[in-house]
């Protein structure tokens, strides 16, 4: 009988454990193994940090993914990565860990540089990278309120009985009603009624800025989960643009929507959003009045170009184009203050876009759901547009005050830094501030950036 020769002779078993330092802690590298390995190797291992099922589910014939043999050999030094440091990595899942790994290895999303194992440090970061391990380190240097009964009042929290009424919608009520209501609210607060300034230059240049202030007075919360794969770590110039110049019917029938949450009519008729029906009648109510009444169309775009919007899913930022202006003000007063304008609006809608899903999606979980969607990135925004400020005041960093000021007159810009300020949400930023002041900005911070809602008391 004859065996070929393999290609690459084998070399000798070398047994090396190799070190490195990361948050103050030990990890052990052991990578130097030439032996091949293949899926039998990668299950052992896989079994040996969770049970047989889960390997079976992942690996098996019916596994949704299968890796290569680079990526396997990646992934079973991975695995083993894991296993060696185990006392390091309390805190982590390792079951999420161990799907985060496979995942990002099977799509090939592994960082260039640490593609070759055999550099242990480039690989060893990498393994925590895509576990997240940084999240968990700050986050366990935390801890939760003791008493987070206490704070209930400021969630406004009702989880025992469901304040949902059960009662059938008035569509009648509704239909007969509805359409005068919502059009006095837009009407008393119709941006045409304001002077307003245009800014011509394009907001990205202040956006980054402001986001680049933002990594850095945020430290070092934001810089742990902008490289995790869970999250978007495009660049800025793909995620901040200007509102469109048209809108569609589903944009202004949006907006509507959610003013008219605000009004008393929808409680007096047994609104439930909830219910799809009843969500489904509201719109077409909605949309008849825009099909009939051009003025109606008219004030709602009104609306529409001054409110900035982020999405909270595909983490995008739109920010407006005209601002409110004071007719006291000259124009380059005037323009400094509408620069200011929009670098508030950048403050709250790039929190938005930092904001965690485990957090966001907590806001369904309490009462007054403004205060997790809104409140805290208002107080969040709030913290850094008052920073940014005291910085251009301060005249400490011109490349920042630059970047700001963006074509705005210098001294009437530094002036408009004094009084600017923002009035938004301001029921739900409030009781977001209230429950800073009781659990500290850490927790605060940790809880929205990295997605840690236990630690203002939300378990
Ligand atoms: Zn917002």
């Known amino acids: 009988m ?3 020769q393999p290609a690459t002779p084998a070399r000798g078993v070398v047994q090396m454990r190799r070190e490195f330092w990361t948050n103050n802690r030990k990890f052990v590298v052991e990578n130097s193994s030439h032996r091949p390995v293949g899926r039998g190797e990668l299950f052992d291992i896989f079994t040996d940090l969770t049970n047989v099922e889960t390997a079976t589910h992942m690996l098996g014939r019916r596994g949704t993914r299968a890796p290569d043999a680079a990526q396997t050999r990646w992934l079973y030094f991975a695995f083993r990565f894991l296993r060696d440091n185990k006392a390091q990595l309390v805190g982590v899942n390792l079951n999420q860990a161990l799907a985060s790994l496979f995942k990002v290895v099977c799509r090939g999303q592994i960082r260039a540089r640490a593609v070759d194992l055999t550099s242990e440090l480039n690989f060893g970061r990498e393994v925590l990278r895509i576990i997240g391990y940084r999240r968990t380190y700050l986050a366990g240097r935390l801890a939760a309120p003791k008493n987070p009964s206490a704070l209930e009042q400021f969630f406004e929290r009702d989880d025992k009985l469901p304040p949902q009424t059960s009662l059938d919608l008035d569509e009648s009520l509704l239909r007969g009603q509805l359409e005068t209501d919502i059009v006095a609210l837009m009407k008393a607060h119709d941006p045409g009624g304001f002077a307003s300034i245009r800014l011509r230059r394009d907001p990205l240049g ?7 202030f933002a990594r850095k007075h945020f430290r070092p919360y934001i810089a742990a989960i902008e490289t995790l794969p869970v999250t978007i770590s495009a660049p800025l110039t793909d995620r901040v643009s200007l509102l469109e110049d048209e809108f569609t019917d ?7 929507a959610n003013r008219a949450e605000h009004l008393d009519l929808l409680t007096a008729a047994h609104y439930n959003s909830n219910r799809q029906r009843d969500e489904q009648v509201l719109e077409e109510i909605l949309r008849d009045v825009l099909k009939r009444r051009k003025d109606v169309e008219d004030l709602v775009d009104r609306h529409l170009r001054v409110t900035p919007r982020a999405g909270h899913t595909q983490k995008f930022v739109k920010l407006q184009r005209d601002f409110q202006r004071d007719k006291a003000h000259t124009e380059k007063q005037a323009r400094a203050n509408a620069q200011w304008q929009r670098v508030g609006s950048i403050s709250h809608e790039l929190m938005h876009f930092y ?3 485990d957090f966001e999606k907590k806001s369904g979980s309490v009462k007054f759901g403004q205060v997790i969607t809104e409140g805290f990135t208002e107080l969040l925004g709030l913290e850094l547009y008052d920073a940014l400020r005291q910085q251009v005041i301060n005249n400490t960093d011109t490349d920042l005050i630059k970047g700001l000021r963006a074509g705005a ?4 810009f530094k002036q408009a830094a004094n ?3 923002r009035q938004s949400y301001v029921k739900a930023l409030n009781r977001a501030r209230e429950i800073q002041t009781r659990v500290g900005k850490p927790n605060v911070w940790a809880a929205y950036f990295l997605g840690k809602p236990q630690l203002i008391g939300l378990a």
């Open 355 to 357: 904001c965690h899903h």
């Open 419 to 421: 009084d600017a300020s």
């Open 250 to 256: 589903d944009r202004r029938v949006a907006l509507l």
């Open 206 to 212: 202040t956006a980054k800025a402001v986001h680049r």
């Open 2 to 4: 004859h065996w070929p």
């Open 409 to 412: 007159a210098a001294d009437e």
